[in-house]
């Protein structure tokens, strides 16, 4: 998270979202309301996402499979 870009699954879909763009200040515990923007779809229901030390590559995965992602 170095430039404020955070990926995340929900079910199929691939989306992401930028913390950085956020100018409200925030008290601790409360809700973040952020613009989503979807990235993709994938094949298969993710059970976690690994990024790439450099952050250009990032790979979601399950038990059986995983695909590899350019952000």
Known sequence: MNNGKVIF?????????NIKAISETLSDGELVK??????GHSDFYSMGIK?????LHFCIYNDIEYSIFRS
Do not use: Q
């Open 9 to 17: 699954a929900k079910n199929l879909d691939l989306l992401t979202t």
């Open 51 to 55: 990024h790439s030390p450099n952050g």
């Open 34 to 39: 952020s613009n989503v923007k979807e990235l």
